[in-house]
């Protein structure tokens, strides 16, 4: 089939094809001639040594000068790595190095194609940081060595770019995501330019093809830039790519409506005056753009550079093997010479490919690089892209107001979220840099509104407010959130992610790349501490009065706790003072990804500020006024672990007060989830006897939690007893419908704790009984009445205190 | 500062702002008249029908056609539902049924704004398709005031469309899936026109921001198609849109890039002869395209048409209130008379509001639509879009081959991915219409490119290949992976995701919200069953040599485990043939989520298709070869769940053998991970008896498994005697390294499980600590060595058998 269509003549163009005329949007140049002959030198050389040593890397495992000529002895033996994005990856930082040099630029590089480690490492080791921060790499012959043998070999560097990756701030893995970090990383630093590669692989996810609106929430008064390169070497592992078969008008066309100037380098007979004169070009338009804003007269809907790089996939390797084309196609993306260890000809190949470089013209037999690529080295080692000081060491401790003075009385209602909100409030005053929100367009539905007393949303784009600027990001997108809140956390300051509980899941797995860099990031000895992944959720599973089962899903909780444990913290505040404690300690905390998980409903505040302070720090305690006889010598053990859930933990044991007087209750709330967890396995676990005097040695204990049970039940695994534990928590039930009906419908409801309560003894079979024909009653005949009731009284009736 | 910003002059406008000439990229058309009077007259009053009962279904309980002037007692006691996106679905739905009426086209209409459930449910009333499946709502007052009545009360309708709205293949809660569930929805039924409105608070995000390219992927000889219309009514809940901050050259700019016909409808005063004529157009469009491709002269890069609605939020709504503007603004986003119960002046509005569609003209007083509505209805119910075969009854049964004839011998070393490739080769044989492959560019890396024998990849926009067409689709967009497998199989056929195991989380809030639809599809007592959705997870974290740190997250199986027991299944076949027969089931399966993970490399075959097929269908049986006198009376039971891990089981009962001959073993395999759950809690979970016969009653039981370990222990609570499981799984760790490095570091090495299994017993102290010792050694010195080994031998050394 495939050979009869391609036989076929040429296919009638369509009439209504876009006009040539979108071609005069992209940009112009003059290239011809536009770098000095010094300069243009000084850039080829340094591609070709850091080509060079990106190939050498993939192959070999000695005579990594080419002293000799290579033998099937000098290759690995296992041929590992990804060549095809590496020469653009090249391209860029030789580029951007040259104007660095020439001109102080202050610049990040985000690295979108992340497997394209050899690339970054070459360029790393060639300026030297690589020996900074890892003194076994130095500029030598050894490191050399060193660098190119034990490439991807165990113990080597890994074949992505991660935080062992001196200047990186994004993990190379999961795609899709640089651009979004690239802005984050902008924001609040005005001096700097974030140069960010996105492969025209990753422009082919969701997350980068909504990320390139992000412009839209810089304002270029306060936060620097972004140069965006799209680098179309037009396939991916096997197939091509969307962008790779777009032609240059869809191309203008597309980012044109994305609201940049778009810039394509594709001359490849000039590529390095073509790529420096577009660099030039971008770096002035975005001063232009700069220094309107930042002289009080902002251009309107400013429209940003962005370049597109057009090059062939693995240019500068082989062209051709067995008849197929390598060079400018998918055969370069991983090891275009596969079978170098044993086939003559692809070592004959490698060789040619590598002489073509000319290794001896450009390093020293001592392994120094020769005075051209010097030369366009920056000269201060803290404007070298692989040692600014954002990537690294650059936290801003926030300084936080004193929760207690907005706390609640005890005994009033109050909205955990709204309590929330005024402490952001003022903690927004008092870090007025250094602190943002992100969020999916539901701070107001969330109640943290308070916040807009002190600023307001940064919608550039939006004519009529003018952009007025503000420490709030609104966009309908977590991806976009997620990446934006990464780039900023990992240059040192401090964001917050608030956001439906049922949504979040959205970036779980963005969440769990980011946790692996910090891991890595805390294990280097010359990484410092960043702030912690701040997240809330709210808008739960508990309270679907607006919206209903396609908003519940609290699974969030589950991926934090998957993470290494060093790393992860859930709470569960009970009522709005515990969740004023919280925040104000995750805000502060470094290096974790904490999750707050709350109400915004009115609920009941059942703690002092100062009984709220050391609940916190406890994690648990006996609720003494909820038990009987402050829960002494119990019978029985409910815990809450939630808001609504504990308030139904609370009401069952008023019912078992009445109805079972002779049961001795001890009431537990457990806001510090990991607390639970069996001793060792997390730095907050309980010990055993701390464990055994909160929940007894032997008594029946029933959890009412906010989360899936099975996490709760794997939490609890290795502690004593097991067998006198029942669970209940979510469990995908629900609808619209009201608070209680969804307390109902997942088990979570008083009768059913109150059940649980009894169910171990014989003597209290008569009050199962009443409880369960309570349940029964109400399932049966008396929900229609309460939905009836609740929704006549237009509140959430029973999350009232009794 | 926002005031003072706003007293500022204009800024000067950017220099190089977007040139006039894009708009000459948009399509105009003559509108003027187009409509003959009769049919604009019957889509105004359809229109102004659905209008009212959308607006009446939020406000009122009573006095449903306005019989009385309305009081306050006429009006809900709890307001809810989202009116602001409403007018704009109705619209669509009217002139859907007017072109549907009039030229006998077969559509279905995809809603990307699910909140907007009001409108549809209207519109589906007026047509009787509700009265048709619901037959509590008739196409008569009863059914009138029901509907408008118990909307968004507990027991009525919620708020977001789902499996209970006839005609609904999209859960409306997260957004972004729309589009791609549209494409899903419009392949292989090549006279399908699926109409998609994407809201512009959905177009923000990552997913629909990549979908648009879907049409790269939509064989026009092949398929039908999707006419997206982007509704544009510039407000979020309360932030501006994105979209809604672009003007007219902007959004015509990005649509073309994305290869579309961009038509903007703007004007309000001839708006429904601008939705006629730009849908008719936009049909002549896609005909012309289609009809090309289908005389074997198909047009190369076909520009698709799209329409862009650019219409006020919450249009015919109140334009006032409180002196801030309602109609055109994000107030009136849900309800947009908040106070309507209780404040004289805003009930006053509501009456004003709701007169103005004057439903006395509209309804008679038994609440039949007048002669004009019923016009523009189409005649025959299986047109009618809330009644297409396509949404709810088109079940299309799998022809499955025998897989046992694709089995390998008992003892050789075969990759899992490669049977099931070649199985899949067949299917798709079997299947040449019904049945597709959804990959993110792993295919070929994932070993399943048998399938490439007998097809291509559906790749339109390369030119080279000139869209040679085929059942895979790979783009680098998990994303639109899942929405087109989404809409493939809602609408009755087959389809499959292998993806990388990492990768697959991206997706997992996706696969709950479909799950959620699938489970009150299985609740109504139309919907006919769909085919599951199917998950091949490979490229686990157990295998590095490539990749790395950021490549391990085996966390789908934890979201899998979180559904409804009754759909969810998770399999881990241990070989090729167990995978085989695993993949078979899977394929012919209903309704179900089905995981399938297993690895890519070559590993034993350790059963005969015949043992492969009574093992699988048992779930988890002893493994008598592996174990000591076939596993009687065993003194410990190691448990291998996962392909690498059950290998290092079984190396670690052979170390047992020969160095504590003593113990008895008894080794057990898990494939079916349910039968695991505690009895009762999964329709798979093994009794009681069965659950002791496999484990035994009191034994020590080591489980070995894939995933992480706290999923192993929310599974098996619940189970007796806890006290004697030890559980080892994915813990975190690695990096790009050896395999058998990677067990270590995870402790699911066999030094680690020989450990584990003699922990228990003081007689074997000496053992303990030389299994330690072992593994001590191999960390401190043997290492690198084994790295060294592994890494020269070129392969994965110790996945060999013996």
Redo the contacts between chains.
């Keep these: ?2 050979a009869q ?2 036989a ?1 003549p ?5 009439p ?4 040539d ?2 071609l ?2 992209a940009v112009q140049l003059k290239i011809k001639d536009f770098l000095p002959q010094d300069e243009l030198k000084a850039v080829q050389e340094f591609r070709r040594a850091a080509d060079y040593i990106a190939a050498a890397m993939i192959f070999l495992n000695d005579n990594v000068l080419l002293e000799q000529k290579t033998t099937h002895d000098n290759i690995k ?2 041929l ?1 790595g990804h060549w095809g994005t590496c020469p653009g990856l090249v391209m860029v930082y030789a580029h951007l190095n040259r104007i660095i040099r020439k001109t102080g630029l202050d610049a990040l590089y985000v690295v979108g194609p ?2 394209g480690a050899p690339a970054i490492l070459a360029c790393l080791w060639l300026e030297d940081s690589l020996g900074t921060f890892l003194p076994e790499y130095p500029r030598n012959y050894t490191g050399l060595k060193k660098l190119i043998s034990r490439f ?4 080597g560097f ?3 770019i ?1 935080a062992e990756t001196p200047g990186a701030i994004h ?6 995501y640089a651009l979004s970090v690239a802005f984050g990383a902008a924001m609040d630093n005005p001096d700097l330019v974030v140069a960010c590669v996105v492969g025209d ?2 422009a ?8 390139w ?1 992000a412009y ?1 929430y810089i304002d270029p008064a306060e936060s620097g830039a972004v140069l965006p390169i799209l680098h179309v070497n037009g396939f ?7 962008f790779g ?2 032609d240059d008008k ?10 940049y ?1 778009v810039r394509i380098i594709e001359d490849l007979l000039n590529l390095d005056n073509d790529i420096a004169a577009s660099m030039e070009w971008a770096l002035t338009e975005i001063k232009k753009i700069q220094q ?1 804003a930042r002289s ?8 940003w550079p962005m370049l597109v790089l057009r090059t062939p996939k693995g240019l500068s390797g082989p062209k051709e093997l067995h008849g197929e084309f390598i060079e400018g196609s998918f055969h370069s993306h ?1 090891v275009p010479l596969p079978a170098a ?1 044993t086939s003559a000809e692809e070592l004959g190949a490698l060789q040619k490919w590598l002489s073509s470089y000319k290794p001896g013209e450009l390093f020293s037999k001592e392994g120094e690089p020769n005075v051209a690529i010097l030369s366009i080295i920056p000269e201060a080692n803290t404007k070298k892209l692989g040692q600014r000081k954002e990537s690294y060491a650059n936290y801003i401790p926030l300084i936080t107001p004193k929760w207690e003075n907005l706390c609640y009385e005890k005994g009033s209602q109050e909205s955990c979220m709204k309590a929330v909100g005024k402490f952001l409030r003022d903690v927004i005053k008092e870090n007025p840099k250094s602190f943002r929100i992100f969020s999916p ?5 969330n109640k943290l509104d308070a916040v807009f007393d002190v600023t ?2 940064n ?1 550039q ?6 952009g ?2 503000g420490r709030i990001v ?7 959130c997620q990446g934006m809140l990464q780039g900023y956390t990992l240059t040192g300051r401090t964001g917050l992610f608030p956001s439906y509980e ?2 979040l ?2 970036i ?2 963005m969440m ?2 980011y946790s ?1 860099f910090a ?2 990031g805390s294990e280097t000895n010359w990484r410092q501490p960043v702030g912690s992944l701040n997240y809330i959720e709210t808008s739960t599973w508990t309270r679907q ?9 609290p ?1 969030f909780i ?2 934090v ?4 444990p060093k790393f992860a913290r859930v709470y569960l505040p009970p009522d709005a003072n515990c969740f004023l404690s919280t925040v104000s300690h995750c805000l502060r905390a470094k290096n974790y990804v904490n999750l707050m998980v709350g109400s915004k409903q009115p609920t009941p505040v059942w703690l002092t500020p100062e009984e709220a302070d050391a609940h916190c720090i406890a994690g648990a305690t006996v609720w003494k006024f909820a038990s009987v006889d402050d829960g002494v010598n119990p019978d029985v053990v409910l815990v809450g672990i939630g808001v609504e859930v504990t308030f139904e933990v609370i009401a069952a044991a008023v019912l078992l007060r009445k109805h079972a007087p002779e049961l001795r209750v001890r009431v537990v709330n457990v806001t510090d989830l990991m607390i639970l967890a069996d001793t060792g396995l997390h730095p907050h676990a309980l010990s055993h006897d701390a464990f055994k005097n909160l929940f007894t040695e032997d008594r029946p204990i029933h959890f009412n939690y906010h989360g ?11 502690r ?1 007893n ?2 006198r534990i029942s ?1 209940e928590g979510y469990n ?1 039930e629900g ?4 608070p209680f ?1 969804m307390m109902i419908s997942n088990d979570t409801d008083r009768f059913s704790v109150a059940i649980a309560a009894i169910r171990g003894g014989a003597k209290f079979n008569d009050r199962i009984a009443a409880f369960a024909h309570e349940k029964c009653s109400y399932l049966k005949h008396l929900r ?1 009445k309460e ?2 009731y ?5 509140k959430g009736g029973q999350f009232t205190k009794n």
């Design positions: 089939m495939p269509i391609i076929q040429n296919p009638p163009a369509d209504s094809l876009i006009s005329s979108i005069e949007s033996p296992r590992l992340g497997h991807s070999a165990p113990g890994p074949s992505h991660n993990e190379g893995g999961e795609l899709g692989g990753e082919e996810t969701g997350p980068t093809a909504t990320a609106h839209k991916k592992i096997s197939e091509r790519t969307i078969t777009m869809e191309i203008t066309a597309l980012f044109t409506g994305y609201g100037q309107a009080g007269k902002p251009i309107v809907k400013p429209r991983q260890k367009d539901e701070l107001v539905s307001g949303r919608m784009w939006d004519i009529a407010s003018r007025q600027g609104e966009i309908l997108s977590e991806h976009t049922a949504f899941g959205i779980q797995t769990v790349q692996k891991k890595m009065e607006h919206n209903g089962f396609s908003h519940q899903n699974s589950g991926a706790l998957n993470l290494k899936y049970p099975i996490e709760l039940k794997g939490l609890l695994f290795g004593p097991l067998d669970i995908e609808t619209t419908t009201s009906d229609q939905r009836d609740i929704y006549a009284n237009g």
